[in-house]
């Protein structure tokens, strides 16, 4: 079943439910106006249709591979690489002086959704290289921008994020890689990263790595960290990618799935690399470019539920089973339970996706810190609700399957094993909900609260057309506020991240539940008002027992000590 | 990790929580003594630990393979199945009179469920010998026991169950295989079956097919099936393994998982098959083995749950991360939280099979019907429940891992894709919640009601040293009889299929807190009453939700028509 990009869920999204208008409205992002939007939205999906998702199972089966240290691969992704880089869709949001689009996050995001939808394993790479440039955008020397920006942004050369090492994991202030001054301005940079995606490639001149690493003088922990810029290959005079540097891809992970993106173990022996943004300062760099990745991979969870979700109806759509007249498997309550239970997670996680990219492109447009805070708050949810949802709608789309689910021809298994990483890379999820109840609360909770407010207030407004929808939105709303209320109150963050994740995904019930609501006042009668319903009678009353979990606290956990689980 | 066997768990279900002195204590099973059942565990767990679990990577690693038509199995499989029909396990409740042990199915399921945490691909193959072995039992004439049983229960011969067409998958009363009579007393098998697990292998003489036909005069649909018995090779004048039968594999299928257990395409031609039971009295015969295997299935969710929560904890117990001086990872609320979480459940799942073991146990011992119907009814929830544990547990457990997880070589990610077929084989999930609220309820609910009514007693008599949690459980199964009674009076079934999955969610959890406050009984002050405090007090408060769920009906749900669900 072919990939459809759903470029009318978008615009009905964006003009009735996460309120794009504003950002249209600003005169950064003035250019904005529906016809664009149409225009660009119709033009990456048939990319994404026609280009990438034939790529999807290939990748799957010819996994990128080192030949005599030489990485290769997979059929058909050079040539990929280069559609998505000719469309200007690995620039869209960038920087125009550098040959970017500067068109709003929103935008990107939605472009960003449909590729990782058509062929995650190759949207990586445009997603690696967009965090970069956005982080060399906002923390490089001119020097480095006007040598390294247009060519990422065309697509010429790709870039990666290197943070990871071995005994540090998710403890990012652990590390040991080192750099040192060589007096010449640039610095050599030792160490070895792991989890390093798309660490290279046979289809860009040059690869691009940012690299964390401690300079002599950096203290332990986060605070000594720098970020570096170090190319594989050393650019030359006239700025193309010249002699190689010291480093090298030392081998490639076998992994469940994604097995078109290499993950590589990276060495750097005294590579030259240039300082991005100030010595010791390495972590906001690094955070500019994560809190992007961040809402990405919410996205590509999103898009991987998209694909999951088409192709499970696709099935239940076609497949005829034994004596029904005419009938195929859609007909049975239970199918029709999970399809419908797919499309309305599907279309929560997509708003609150968009929802937080809105809220960047006005954070950027206006330099108002209440837009700033909203898109930080959004941006753990989006990521850890996108990719949950991803992973729970691929998986039930193998259940529509039934037994064909578990072949791996029909394409339904691998949806499921691509997207699994999803939950883990740029912070796993339990990662994402412990910012979210401790970073994302420092303001006093401020942030959350007014976004409470405004969910409160439309749903007030919602009453006389949707009374039992609204009063649903309303109490649940009226629950996480208590609950929200009591994470603040919580001195110990234990007692916080004890039931970080569960107040997370309650946080996104009640989210998702305020924006079907926002679709259904805009489609009174027709189907997204089913949906809403659907949503809100059936998969909203979670949250109630989500935010019971919650404010457990961690004395109820701690009580069964490491010796007790393995008792 | 190497896998422990738990068997001071089941020793400690076994005597306090699901009751099984009520079956040592009958003449049936007089000799289960406690030293007896210490001794069975111990030997099948040590089996277990140092003959299956070393082959659980090379099956994912090598899978089977057909070559030039022949097939064959994974490396070190055919030893395994040596040591497993050597130790009895095979047998182990089957039949004293054609050698097996006779002993109870609480046991056997024991047993299975170690073997299946240690190596699911290769436990598959008793459990499908048993399946028939008990078919057999009950259905077959003397003379087909006689020959056949006795090579089944010792592991010379193997047993696989024929049911799923192409065209025909869950709705097994449209198949299309004939068999006409050769006028000898045998019959000629024609059709072509697929999903057929360990449909051959290279180390059992014979294999043998218990396959589902119709004769020239079977009416349409399921009452005009009849079940054969089909060897592969045809037993000479002395028993033995005689020439080759007309049938054979024509593929194996590429899975997402399981890739030691061939899954195969089995194609019949005119090959020459007994009658087993009554002439379109197939069904029936089907039914023994499908309970048998259904339960076998949840132990197989159960057992890999205990897998994949074994290796978890051992990760979380030694990943040290960063700079957190003497920890590792356990020490993060999250990740106690998760292992936790997945403990309590892997203790609900298997509490509810093996509770599911006892009532068979006592309805074998003592041909009471209400026993019969506590094991009919509490067959679809282990299933369901087991697998749906089993899948969440190793989810989990791929999370704990962090990016480890995602990595095949820490067996993490196997777990994950192995288990994943439980929740569809042997009937799909699906199918479990709607024999739940349909065919288990036909009784008007007596045997659901008279189960809460025992679950409210216990809970009655719990509250002088457990108030608050009695009160959870009598509360939240209080919730579920409401549910009991909303299904019961839906006279349209759609209404029932439409909330069926949650509504046996709901139930399974409800049992599991009735478990857990019975462990906490026989354990006050200890771990297993901390971990029911979390149980019941986290995990439990689920169920309304679900009930909620449960409740919607059809009405909402195909409010949103295929065309809908396709805009």
Redesign the interface.
């Given at each position: 079943m072919p990939y459809r990009a759903p470029v009318s869920d978008y615009e009905f999204l964006l003009r009735h439910v996460v309120g794009f208008d504003q950002v249209a409205a600003t005169d950064r992002f003035s250019e904005a106006s529906a016809d664009m939007v149409s225009a660009i939205l119709t033009e990456a999906g048939k990319m994404s249709e026609e280009v990438m998702a034939p790529l999807q199972r290939d990748g799957d089966l010819h996994p990128a591979w080192l030949e005599n240290g030489v990485l290769r691969t997979s059929p058909g992704y050079s040539a990929g690489w280069k559609a998505i880089a000719e469309g200007g869709w690995i620039g869209m949001s960038g920087n125009p002086e550098y040959g970017g689009m500067g068109l709003p996050m929103t935008l990107a995001t939605s472009v960003n959704e449909m590729m990782a939808a058509a062929c995650l394993s190759l949207q990586l790479a445009p997603l690696m290289s967009q965090g970069q440039i956005e982080a060399l955008d906002h923390h490089a020397s001119d020097e480095l921008k006007d040598l390294y920006l247009p060519k990422l942004i065309s697509g010429e050369w790709a870039g990666t994020m290197n943070l990871?090492e071995p005994?540090?994991?998710?403890?990012?202030?652990?590390l040991s890689s080192k750099a040192e001054a060589n007096g010449d301005g640039t610095y050599a940079v030792t160490g070895q990263k792991?989890?390093i995606s798309w660490g290279d490639n046979d289809f860009t001149e040059n690869v691009c790595h940012l690299v964390l690493a401690r300079l002599p003088d950096g203290v332990?922990?986060t605070k000594g960290i720098s970020l570096f810029l170090v190319p594989k290959r050393l650019p030359d005079e006239n700025g193309n990618a010249g002699v190689a540097n010291s480093l090298k891809v030392v081998s490639l992970?076998?992994?469940?799935?994604?097995h078109g993106s290499p993950t590589c173990v990276m060495q750097y022996d005294g590579a030259t690399g240039w300082l991005v943004g100030k010595e010791h300062g390495g972590m906001a760099a690094m955070f500019t470019m994560m809190n992007n990745a961040r809402l990405g991979v919410g996205g590509q969870g999103v898009g991987q539920a998209e694909g999951a979700y088409q192709q499970a109806?696709s099935y239940a759509?076609e497949?005829?089973?034994?004596?029904?007249p005419g009938g195929t498997i859609?007909d049975?309550?239970?199918?029709?339970?999970?399809?419908?239970t797919m499309?309305a997670d599907l279309f929560a996680a997509r708003a609150i996706m968009l929802a937080c990219a809105v809220a960047i492109d006005m954070q950027t447009a206006t330099n108002d810190a209440d837009w700033a805070a909203r898109a930080a708050l959004l941006t753990p949810i989006a990521k850890a609700f996108g990719t949950d949802v991803g992973?729970a709608v691929a998986?039930t789309g193998?259940?529509v399957h039934?037994?064909m689910?578990?072949?791996?021809?029909t394409g339904a298994?691998q949806f499921?094993?691509d997207v699994?990483?999803t939950?883990?890379?740029e912070g796993?999820?339990?990662i994402q909900?412990?910012d979210l109840v401790a970073r994302k609360m420092m303001d006093g909770g401020d942030a959350a609260l007014r976004l409470l407010d405004e969910i409160e207030g439309d749903a007030e407004r919602a009453r006389a057309s949707n009374p039992a929808m609204a009063e649903a939105v309303w109490q649940a709303t009226e629950s996480l506020r208590e609950s929200t209320e009591w994470m603040l109150a919580q001195g110990d963050m234990?007692d916080r991240?004890?039931g970080?994740?569960p107040y997370l995904r309650a946080f996104a019930r009640v989210l998702g539940a305020h924006f079907h609501l926002a679709a259904a006042q805009s489609d009174k009668g027709g189907?997204r008002e089913?949906?809403a319903?659907?949503y809100i009678?059936?998969?909203l009353?979670?949250?109630?027992?989500l935010l019971?979990?919650a404010q457990?606290g961690?004395e109820?956990?701690?009580?069964?000590?490491?010796d007790?689980?393995?008792?």
């Amino acid at each position: 079943m072919p990939y459809r990009a759903p470029v009318s869920d978008y615009e009905f999204l964006l003009r009735h439910v996460v309120g794009f208008d504003q950002v249209a409205a600003t005169d950064r992002f003035s250019e904005a106006s529906a016809d664009m939007v149409s225009a660009i939205l119709t033009e990456a999906g048939k990319m994404s249709e026609e280009v990438m998702a034939p790529l999807q199972r290939d990748g799957d089966l010819h996994p990128a591979w080192l030949e005599n240290g030489v990485l290769r691969t997979s059929p058909g992704y050079s040539a990929g690489w280069k559609a998505i880089a000719e469309g200007g869709w690995i620039g869209m949001s960038g920087n125009p002086e550098y040959g970017g689009m500067g068109l709003p996050m929103t935008l990107a995001t939605s472009v960003n959704e449909m590729m990782a939808a058509a062929c995650l394993s190759l949207q990586l790479a445009p997603l690696m290289s967009q965090g970069q440039i956005e982080a060399l955008d906002h923390h490089a020397s001119d020097e480095l921008k006007d040598l390294y920006l247009p060519k990422l942004i065309s697509g010429e050369w790709a870039g990666t994020m290197n943070l990871t090492e071995p005994q540090a994991g998710s403890d990012v202030g652990a590390l040991s890689s080192k750099a040192e001054a060589n007096g010449d301005g640039t610095y050599a940079v030792t160490g070895q990263k792991i989890f390093i995606s798309w660490g290279d490639n046979d289809f860009t001149e040059n690869v691009c790595h940012l690299v964390l690493a401690r300079l002599p003088d950096g203290v332990p922990g986060t605070k000594g960290i720098s970020l570096f810029l170090v190319p594989k290959r050393l650019p030359d005079e006239n700025g193309n990618a010249g002699v190689a540097n010291s480093l090298k891809v030392v081998s490639l992970e076998h992994k469940m799935g994604l097995h078109g993106s290499p993950t590589c173990v990276m060495q750097y022996d005294g590579a030259t690399g240039w300082l991005v943004g100030k010595e010791h300062g390495g972590m906001a760099a690094m955070f500019t470019m994560m809190n992007n990745a961040r809402l990405g991979v919410g996205g590509q969870g999103v898009g991987q539920a998209e694909g999951a979700y088409q192709q499970a109806l696709s099935y239940a759509l076609e497949r005829k089973q034994g004596n029904t007249p005419g009938g195929t498997i859609i007909d049975h309550a239970d199918v029709r339970r999970m399809l419908t239970t797919m499309k309305a997670d599907l279309f929560a996680a997509r708003a609150i996706m968009l929802a937080c990219a809105v809220a960047i492109d006005m954070q950027t447009a206006t330099n108002d810190a209440d837009w700033a805070a909203r898109a930080a708050l959004l941006t753990p949810i989006a990521k850890a609700f996108g990719t949950d949802v991803g992973i729970a709608v691929a998986e039930t789309g193998v259940q529509v399957h039934g037994g064909m689910g578990f072949i791996e021809e029909t394409g339904a298994a691998q949806f499921s094993r691509d997207v699994r990483v999803t939950a883990i890379y740029e912070g796993t999820n339990g990662i994402q909900a412990m910012d979210l109840v401790a970073r994302k609360m420092m303001d006093g909770g401020d942030a959350a609260l007014r976004l409470l407010d405004e969910i409160e207030g439309d749903a007030e407004r919602a009453r006389a057309s949707n009374p039992a929808m609204a009063e649903a939105v309303w109490q649940a709303t009226e629950s996480l506020r208590e609950s929200t209320e009591w994470m603040l109150a919580q001195g110990d963050m234990n007692d916080r991240f004890a039931g970080a994740v569960p107040y997370l995904r309650a946080f996104a019930r009640v989210l998702g539940a305020h924006f079907h609501l926002a679709a259904a006042q805009s489609d009174k009668g027709g189907a997204r008002e089913r949906l809403a319903r659907f949503y809100i009678t059936r998969m909203l009353p979670e949250h109630a027992s989500l935010l019971a979990q919650a404010q457990c606290g961690a004395e109820g956990l701690f009580a069964l000590s490491a010796d007790d689980l393995a008792a």
